[in-house]
């Protein structure tokens, strides 16, 4: 499942068995299910090595849909979308605390 999301960096599915075997949230039920899954875990992320080394600079879905969002806002109001830096978070702030007054 750790591979479906975006990119979360090598061995994701071994890394999430691990942080949850040394939580002290995880039940005592759920501990023994979790070493069982963990070689299961380390060679399907082995396998995937490959599949995460291409998805290392890729955009995940939904860092696409944020930079689709801002070019359509751009052009709805008409401005050069070509020569507009991409708006942070700080100027979005800045621009609504503005508006309010």
């Not at 999301?5 to 090598?10: A, E, I, P, T």
């Not at 995460?52 to 050069?80: C, F, M, P, W």
């Amino acid at each position: 499942m750790t591979h479906t999301g975006g990119h979360q960096g090598y061995y994701p599915g071994t890394r999430a068995d691990m942080t949850m075997i040394a939580s002290d949230d995880t039940s005592w039920a759920m501990t023994p299910l979790l070493i069982v899954d963990l070689p299961f875990s380390a060679l399907l992320d082995t396998l995937l090595l490959p599949y995460d080394y291409y998805r290392q600079g890729n955009q995940n879905t939904r860092d696409r849909i944020k930079t689709s969002e801002e070019h359509n806002l751009a052009l709805s109001h008409g401005v050069d979308i070509d020569h507009v830096p991409p708006m942070t978070a700080t100027t979005h702030s800045q621009k609504s605390s503005a508006h309010k007054k």
